[in-house]
């Protein structure tokens, strides 16, 4: 079975660090990119970050560049979140995601589409005094 | 950032209705559009991808239509269990973007 299970979070104060981690089980972890996405009580989702299958290539919402950084150890099938500087505006449910690609070629240019088509339940963060 | 805007931001129907929900880019995303259905307390569910491709196991009552800014998610007949909020995400740029959401009630 295709899985994935986030752990890590927890209540947090303001400015601390948390680490989040996400197990992935059922396919082959190293094949893929993989995506974390929030969603604060109550709002909608907002992606947050992804990272390529060997590493090399991440982005971030703006956000949280230069406070949370996405990684991955391939060994362990497992995709991390560190984040640091946290806000009160950080809380939220952080879900990880495997992050599906579709090519469609043509006479003359390949397309590549992005979906995220398997997502863990969830680990909630807390950000409060 | 690409901008995604739904609409309407919440919608009553009755089941057995046809529903259509709006996705806007504020930029053409191509067909670099996606679906997502999520239910309270759960996480979301792929429906539809690439604009227009149904996700495997997804019935298929759902559809999706559009290219360039303009997008659509029809319900043909709704469902008991379609009672949710859906989402429309663009993977068009690097840094992904989710519409705020379209959350349908019952009637």
């Known amino acids: 079975e295709v899985q994935l299970v986030e752990s890590g979070g927890g209540l947090v104060q303001p400015g601390g660090s948390l680490r989040l981690s996400c197990a992935a089980s059922g396919f082959t972890f190293s094949s893929y990119w993989m995506s974390w996405v929030r969603q604060a009580p109550g709002k909608g989702l907002e992606w947050v970050a992804n990272?390529?299958?060997?590493?090399?290539?991440?982005y971030y919402v703006d956000s949280v560049k230069g406070r949370f950084t996405i990684s991955r150890d391939n060994a362990k099938n497992s995709l991390y979140l560190q984040m640091n500087s946290l806000r009160a505006e950080d809380t939220a449910v952080y879900y990880c995601?495997?992050?599906?690609?579709?090519?469609?070629?043509?006479?003359?240019?390949?397309?590549?589409?992005?979906?995220?088509?398997?997502w863990g339940k969830g680990t909630t963060v807390t950000v409060s005094s | 950032d690409i901008q995604m805007t739904q609409s309407p931001s919440s919608l009553s129907a009755s089941v057995g209705d046809r529903v259509t929900i709006t996705c806007r880019a504020s930029?053409?995303?191509?067909?670099?559009l996606n679906w997502y259905q999520q239910k309270p307390g759960k996480a979301p569910k792929l429906l539809i991808y690439?604009?227009?491709s149904l996700q495997s196991g997804v019935p298929s009552r759902f559809s999706g239509s559009g290219s360039g800014t303009d997008f659509t998610l029809t319900i043909s007949s709704l469902q008991p269990e379609d009672f949710a909020t859906y989402y429309c995400?663009?993977?068009?740029?690097?840094?992904?973007?989710f519409g705020q959401g379209t959350k349908l009630e019952i009637k």
């Open positions: 995400q663009q993977s068009y740029s690097t840094a992904w973007t």
């Open positions: 930029q053409s995303i191509s067909s670099y």
């Open positions: 995601a495997r992050d599906q690609q579709l090519t469609v070629t043509s006479i003359d240019e390949v397309y590549y589409y992005y979906y995220m088509d398997v």
């Open positions: 690439a604009a227009s």
């Open positions: 990272i390529k299958q060997d590493g090399s290539e991440k």
